[in-house]
Every structure is written in C-alpha cells, then in structure tokens.
C-alpha cells in the first residue's frame, strides 16, 4: 500500500459492497465536507444530532476531520489535563444521511484515500492521566500517582512521520472512528461497540470497506480520529493523532441482518468486536466470522470453528479505551476456495 | 426492616442530605407521577428527552413504575424472546427536574417506601436467551445452544413474595434503576455506569439515599426497575420484576465533585461502581470509598486502604448487564468514630 | 460468635459432616501440629512434600499455624519487598494425611476455635509494592510508580484488635488459606483453586465446615493464612495477619464428587470459586451451588437458578490474588423447605 | 519460511542468543530425545521430575514430541471426553537439564528444524466438552449444554496440511508449550505463565529463540505440543496437534534478569504475557518489552511507550487456556536504528 492511498482497485469490483450495494459499484456525486460545512463537530454518536448532508448510495465525500484533540494540543508544552475536557474529545464529521437506509441494512463505506491536512501537517502523540494500556485509569481503578503528561508533535507528510531523528516511519492512515448511530443510545466517541465507533484499527485504512449495521432511519454516518500510523493495540493510548482529509464512497446495503461491523479489504475479511474484557471481544469477534463464513461462503459452523483454529487471523485494535476491540479475520483465498 | 417501608428513620436527621442538601432536611410537596402523567416511559436515559416535571430540592415524588418488561409478559406461557424487543426494555419514569441542579451538584434520592402496585399484584422472573449470568450472552459469545426460554409468574403482596409452594420469601423491595443523565451521552436503561442507572443493588431500597452526581441542567432524574426481591448478583438475569409505587425524597447538594453513585443508609455509607470486568467495578467502588473517607471523615489514604482490608463490606450488585456493580461499604459506627 | 469460638454447635449434630462423614460425628484424638513438629512450612501445595502427620477421620487436630510473612515482619519500619520474598510467603502447616482418603472423595475441615498464639500476640497488615487490589501488579502491569510500603502492627487478643486510637474491632478470625493437593500439580500458597488454597474468604472461621475434593491419596491436607479480621475483598492485599492456634476437626466422606471447595455453617451452604476474572469466580460459585441444589435438595435446575436470582447471597473473597474468589450461598432456612 | 525449517539463518549470528550465550553461537553435541529415551512424558512442569539427560550450552537436541493427546485420539469416531482424562493432557518431553543453569540466568532455546513424525502422519484437531474459546467452560462456567465432540483427522506432510478437499493448507509447524520449571509450582502442562507452558504463539517455529527465566538449578526445559498449523487464538482449543521430530539448540545466558519469556526471530523481538483477562497478558507484553527497550536499546521508558503506541505488533496466542497469552513485538529494523 503506498501511502495513504488504496493501490490495486481491481477486487473492489468483487467486494460485497460491488455486489450487493444499491449502487452496484457506480460511483456518484462528489461532496465536499469541509471543516466549515460540519461546523459543530460531535462527541457522541447518536440519532440526536442534526445532520450535516444527505447522499445517495455510491456518493463520495471528501471529509475534513480534526485530530483527536480538537487541536487544542499545538505545542509539547500543553499540559493535556489542563486542554482536554472530557467528554469533548475526539470529534467526529456527520451525521451523513444515506437516503433510502433502514434499520435492517448496512452501510458500506470504502475508505478511498487519507492524506494530512493543512500546510504545514503534523501529528500529536501524548500521554494523558488515567487513559492508556499501562497505567490505573477510571475503570482500572488505582491508588498509583498517574503517570507523567507527555506531549509529542510529530512532523509528518503523506509519505513519512518523523517520529524522531531515530525512527522514521512510513505514512500509513487509517480511521480510528467510524459508526452509525444506535437506534436510541448515543454513544461518546471514545467508545466503540455495536455500532462502531472507536474501533482504532489499523486496517481501516485506505484499501478496506467497512459495513456498518444500520439502527436508525439513514444510517447516520459518523467519521473521525485520523492516525497516521498505529501500533497493535494503541498501547499509549494515542496514536498519531492528526487532521485528515480523508475521501469515502459510501454504499447501502439493503437487508444484510449484521450484529457487529465488519470489514473487506483485497486479501481478507474480517469481523469485528468490541467489548471488556478483552477476551469477550475476541469471542465476538471469531462468533461473528463464523457465522459469516456459514451465511455467505457455505461452511459448517463446526467445521469454520475449527478450520479458524488453524488459519484464523486476529487483530488488537485496542485495549485502552472504555471498551477493547478485536478483529478476526480469514484469508480470501482460504474461505473463498470450493 | 419491615416489608418495603423504611424503619426508623432518626438517623434521616444525621444523614449526609440533610446536613448538607438545600432542603436541609425539610419535607416539600407531594408530587404524584402516575403511569398516565409520565405517558411514555423511556428506554435511555440521557439529555435529549422531554422533562416530565420539576420539583424542588425537598419535594416528595410519588411514582408509578412499570415492570422492567413494560408489562409485556402476562402469563407463563409468554415467550420473552417474541414479546421483548431490545433495547426497549426496562422502561424508566422521568426525567424529573430539579430546580437549581448543576453540572458538579449530587442529587439526593432517598426511598421512602416500595410498595407492589395493581389490585392484582405479582412479579415475573423470566429467563432470557443469551441474557444472565450463567449462559453465554452477545458479549461473552458461544456457540452454544440458548437456555430454554422461562416465565415464573409471582403472586405477592406488601409482605411477601409467594414464590412456590416450598417457598415464600420477605417483600423486601428495591429500586433497580436510578440514574440522572449524563452530560451527552444517552444511556439504554439496562447498563449501569457513572450516571448510575441499571445497578442492580438490594441495598437500595426502602430506607437508603442514593446520591448521584448531576451532569446536565436540572439533573434530570430517571428511576424504574422495581424488585420485589433480588439475590446478590441477580444471577438469571431477572429478580421478581414488579410495577411498584416508589415514594422518593429528592434533595439538591450543592458543589460536591463525585464521580461515581454512593449509597448511605441508617448503617452505613457504600460508594457503587460499574464497569467490567467484575473487578474493576470492585477496583472503582473501593476507590472512591477511601476518596469519600479521606475528604469527608478524615483519614489518611493509605489509612484508609488498609483499614478496609479489615472491615470492608462489598455487595455485589449485578454481573450479568452490558457493565456489572459492586459497592463496597464501611459501617457508620467504624469509620465515624474518633 | 465470641471472639474465635464456634458459638452454638447443635447445627453440626445435622451437618453434612455428620451426616455423610466417616466418623458420624464421633470426635477422635487430638494431635498436636506445633510449630516444632512442622518444622518446615510449605510454600506450594502438593503432592511432592512429605507429609507431618496422619490421622484418622473424626479426629481433632490443634496447629499452630506462622503469619503470612512466617514472622519476617516485626517492625513497623521493615520494608516488605527488603524482607520477603516470593514465593517464599504464607507458609503452610501440613501436608496432614487422612486415612482412607482417596481421588473422588472430599475432607470435611470443621473449624473449633482459633486464637492468637504467642504471649505478645500482634498482626501485620502491610503494603506489597505491586500487590493488592489498588495498585498496579505483575498482572494488571501498569507504569505507574509503586505505592508507599507501609506496615502496620497491630496488637490484638482473643476478644479484640486494636486497630488504632480511633479504631478498636472484635476479634473476628478466619482461615485465609485451606486446601488439599492438587493430583499432579504443585500451586504456590497464594493462589486459589480448585484445590482450595488462599480463598481468604471470612466466613472460614470457628463453626464453619469446608469441603474440599481429595485429588490424592490421604488428601493432603494444607492450612494456615489466619486473620484476625478481614474486609470483603482484601482489598489492600493483606489483613491482620497473625499466627494463631488453630483447632479444626478432619472427617472424611466417601464418594462426594464435587469439584470446587464448599462451605457450610449453622445458616448456609455455600459454593467457592476461584478464577479471573472476578465474574468467573461468581459464575462458577453460583454454578456449583446450583448443581448442590439440584443433588442434594431436590431442585430443578433452573428453578435453582431463578430463585437464586431473588435470594442468592454472594461473598467477595478477594480480588487481590493471582486468582480472586466469590463464595455463592442458600441460606439454609429456604433451601431446606418443603 | 519453507514448511518446518528455518530459512536465512545469517541473522543467527546477531542473535541475542550468539552475542550473549555461554556458546556464543558455536553449536555442540546432538543429543536424541526419542520417544523410548522419554520413556514417561510429563504433564505438569516443576521441579520435581527426574531429568531424561543433561546437556552442555550450545548442544542441539532432536526431540521425538507427541501429539497434544498422547495418540489416545485415533479415529474420527473416538470421543474425546471417553479417552481424554483431565490433568493427562498435553504430554511434555524432558526435564532437560542444561549444564551450568541457575535461577537468574536464561536458556535460549533456538528451534532449528520440525517435521511430522512417524510414517504415516497426520494430525487431530477436536472439540472437547467445556473447553475452547467460544462455550461455556470450567471457569466460564454456563448452563447451557456443552457443545457437541467432534473429531477431524487430518493427514499432512512436511509440505502440506490437508484439511479438506476444499482447503489444503501449508505446514507451518511451530511449539504450543516451551518452557522451563518454577521454583518450587509444578504447573500443569496446560497453563502458560512466567516460565513458559502452554503460550500458543504461531511465531514460536523453526527459525525463531525463545527465552526462558531460569528459576531452578538447571533450567529442566520442558518440550511439547506442535502445531502443523494454528490460527491466533487457536479459537476452538486445538490446532492441527501433531507428534514431531523437533530440533532443537539451547543455549544459556548468565545473568539475564527477565520475568516473562521472550522471543527472537529475524525480523523481531517479542515479550510474552500470560494472564487473565487477556488484556492483562497484553499488559504484561508490552510493559516488557518496553523494559526490553529501556534495558537493551537505549529508550527511554515514556518514549518507548509511546512510539509503540505507533509502530508494535501484537499476537494473540490463545484465550482458551487456564490463562491466556498476547505476544507484544517491536521489528528490528525499527530498534536497532540509531
């Protein structure tokens, strides 16, 4: 994958979103959802927010997002506890409105392309009280002084993150936080779950489609959290934070009775749970794969439980956040043979 | 305590609400939230529906719960599977306003009597597929074969629960679900957390305070989830589930920073936490007991600590919602000595 | 209870012990565990020590039983991590071998009396860095700086412990840790299990029997851990811990095929489980007490379970351990109706 | 990697294991571990089973490993639960004793080459009653009924694993459970902790060093459970379990404080957590391996956490055992820059 960008398109013609969404694959209408369009960004995700579009399926829409912090970080002086309120983080685009999307379907939204926004882009990693994997935090309740607040600014550009003069990276995107709302909950986005939400996956990037399931008329599309790169995990509890301009075709899949989001990509599909403690969402996860390889690709469900005991793939998305996520995956040319 | 009725209340006077809450002790007016004024109940508990009254710090609210199926099942033969429909379940009265409530004040909610309601009363307990506490669940996914569906219809009155012939039990009543809203987020009403809400607790009853801390103008209280009579840990899921009028006490303390729900009776102060897994509800709730007797009782931290290790109380409230509770308790006649 | 003394013994006339016991209730000898004849305490229970005595069911046994710190704790200015080392900790009396014992059956361990040993009696309750309930451990591996060490010495008698000028408690003691010998493996004294081992549960006092499955020939029988008093949770890691003189009673039933420690006392039955997280310890207890309902009282399954959900009363070991433990109850004046 | 052997072997050289190990890279004596060499396999990992041999650092051992079932699974039809008998599961080769071994040393333990063994191989994957990641099991104790047995006997070779006539798989063998005895524990070869066991890690094939806390005079390395092929998680609690002809070089390092085992391939290094919840272990892997960092590459603690946060690599080695196994990898070419 270079950069950001998806490279060979030719499966996308294959992916489920090509055979069973509305739009067959069609690409529409471009919109531009700029900073200035979305005006008041979300931090919640639910059916209580005024939309910000409506497209038809197939559209695209080229998404101004802010980084986790809502650029309130600019300097590695900032002291995070001192800018950040919770729950005001991690600020969302939408809700966009797919036309014609009903409890009962699923919206397909292929992540086109990721690039740093701005002239001059650059990415935050920091460290902040009571959040991350190796720290006491308000669920993880402790009696430990927090760790110390920490506040890196990452130069980056839509090749490389210069980490440090050690360690350059390649640039390698993905959307950290991506749901549709719940039929009457609204979720803060720190959170992901049935509906997606704070997912912090490395592969939902440039190249992969996301199926959502839909609980509420229109889907409403939410989309945020940009990471330049990301490790297994997000162990710090930030990733390469930074604002994006990120490109979506998003497609509707009618009637697709799906519990939990899940993902194609070229090589792979792959079901997603998010849940505590860890194994839970493992267990989500794998459940969901094998009910997928039943539904779609003929399998046994005994038979796909134990043939992912011996080829299945497992992702950490993370285990920082209220809740953990995990991916479990299966090989195309594994599951698609026969 | 005699059957749903507290006992004695002289300790009401000493109590934290009215030493320190607006009403200072005073008994206000009667409101009456009958099941026709509150119309349609709710199944979330958060900042977006329409108040249903106001009151004023000290006023007494008496109200009409319905059972956590909405009365959906009848008879034995009912199948919770077909008559129930998530997330509409566990319907919630309110939300009740509070004059004067602000973000960083406590609500004061103090039951004053349970009794069943109807001329006919009786309690379901019903096993719910994939629900509970001793069967796989959509979080704790399996592949095995769901429980078998069943109903148990209890006749009861305002001293008993007639659960069989071999058995009748005390009514001994509790409040499952009190919550206030939190300050975007909106909640279903059968997950417990920091705003409260599903908790599940025997303790809160008839005789208790629960103090809530208040997030969104006027606090808007939200209360349901009647129990005639709940073990620890509500282990199938279902306690005897019965439409209840619940007489409350709400008072207003002003400017008192907590995080997390607490509990205060004739004999004791229990701070409640939610979260999974079990022991980080159990790491929250120990927590915040040692904060509340070092800010309020003078102890030092590690004092504190140390000296729960040796006479702290836990109850566990529930472990079989989307997150579980544990309140951990010091008695009065310990921890206010000296 | 006063102080350490089983109170009313007219219940152990109908107990299980009696009834299903070897010895049919009749007392044997009594032997002496002194410290000397021990001589060398156990770290691991298993199958590998030598044994230190055997007796024949029925009998009575008197053991002096070491501190959990066996003694290395004796200034309140001695820094734990300097002083103990794992898993050189919570020495162990025993292994006490009974006649006839053999894999499927079960010990049954009545507790007479227990009492501090030693002339100057005092416990110890101490902070371990990285050890307990609120801090980050070698498992839940945080980065945070350890907490303070802190010890504290506490003096106490058979009728009280002097906590501190403010605080002067009752006496209350129990068996921290009590178990048989796993059949192939050897676990180190601080871990709960199957076997039994470091419950730390405090109604393991005087007048309570446990129940533990015989895994080896004789059983094996490992005891030791007293506290003086103990909270629900153990929540800084330890309680007072102090050598005692403790005088159990050994009887042997044949053929009980159980598979996790029981308890019972004048008011209850109760089912032990031991497991992370916290929840699995709930589910196994409440399992396990089930499936007693259902042998022993006439149950149907999930009618056990269902009115377990109304009346089921759950204790929390300790969540501190390498595993943690919940006892699940019936009291017995509702499971022995009809 | 060609099925079963090691590729490139020039980064050997550079290996940890070369630079640090008594041999320094100089490989010894081959020693045969036959199966009648063997003679009784071992089921729980301690000090108290007399060593099969003793070897020098640096020496190479050819093992004769077999299948996880010991051969009691042989046809299709067999039913696991009938000839299966918990704790005689998972037989291990050795105590191999290494020449020179102390508590606070490490052995490497290089695997040089696998390959099916016996004439006509093949392998057994299975579906035990109550264990496996996704149903109720002894800890996740449910009600439900357990899941049916199956049984699939898979024929393989050195090339292949011929799973079905749909998939036919590589053979990409690698070790469950590697690992070295604890001070004075015996734990049963089913449980991965500090000193190894049962991790389940896909990366621990030929071609990859694992390293081992000594905590016992000699080391007594512990060797079994091969995998001709396993998906992370190993999600229905068995792979494609195989006996092998396993080569193995073990080396020692003197002095290597480490707490957890770790792994070295070409491309990475790898710190191994074993606990429960799983996200536990993936706290224990990463903390690790940023200690790693700190110790060995030059980072410091906070900047190792957070450039991990972007650039580690999480495994999932299984949730299906007593405790669960996350492996946390940073690549070499990332470190060692700088």
């Given amino acids: 994958m270079t950069g950001g960008k998806a490279g060979d398109e030719r499966w996308l013609g294959q992916s489920i979103m090509a055979r069973r969404g509305v739009a067959a694959g069609r690409v529409g209408r471009t919109h531009a959802l700029t900073d200035d369009k979305q005006g008041e960004y979300h931090y919640t995700v639910g059916p209580y927010s005024k939309p910000v579009m409506e497209i038809e399926p197939g559209d695209r829409v080229v998404v101004e997002t802010r980084d986790a ?10 002291i995070p506890s001192q800018v950040l309120h919770v729950p005001f983080l991690n600020p969302q685009n939408g809700p966009i409105m797919v036309k014609g999307a009903e409890k009962g379907d699923v919206l397909a939204v292929y992540i086109e392309s990721m690039r740093p926004r701005g002239d001059d882009p650059h990415g935050i990693c920091c460290l902040i009280p009571e959040f991350g994997g190796l720290t006491g935090t308000i669920y993880t309740a402790t009696l430990n002084e927090p760790l110390p607040e920490k506040v890196r600014l990452i130069r980056l550009d839509d090749q490389h993150v210069y980490w440090s003069e050690r360690n350059v990276f390649d640039y ?13 909950d609204s979720v803060n986005s720190l959170t992901p779950d049935q509906h997606g939400g704070n997912m912090d996956l490395p592969d939902m990037g440039p190249g992969s489609i ?4 839909v609980r509420s008329p229109g889907g ?9 790169s990301q490790g297994d995990g997000e162990v710090c509890g930030t990733a390469v934070e930074h604002a994006s301009v990120t490109t979506i075709r998003v497609d509707l899949i009618k009637r697709w009775p799906i519990d939990w989001p899940r993902l194609e990509n070229a090589d792979m599909i792959m079901s997603i749970g998010s849940a505590r403690p860890l194994e839970d969402a493992a267990r989500i996860a794998y459940r969901e794969l094998i009910r ?14 134990m043939m992912l005991s011996m080829c299945g793939k497992a992702r950490l998305g993370n285990f920082v956040d ?3 996520t995990i991916g479990a995956a299966a090989l195309k040319n594994i599951i698609e043979r026969g």
């Fill in 220 to 228: 409403r599309l939410f989309i945020g959290d940009a990471h330049a």
């Fill in 69 to 78: 912090f809502d650029g309130k970080i600019v300097n590695e002086s900032d």
């Fill in 210 to 213: 996301t199926y959502l399931p």
């Fill in 322 to 324: 209220p809740k953990y």
């Fill in 292 to 305: 997928w390889m039943v539904a779609d690709y003929g399998y046994d469900q005994f038979d796909a439980y």
């Fill in 172 to 184: 390698r995107p993905h959307i950290g936080t991506l749901g549709v709302s719940p039929e009457i």
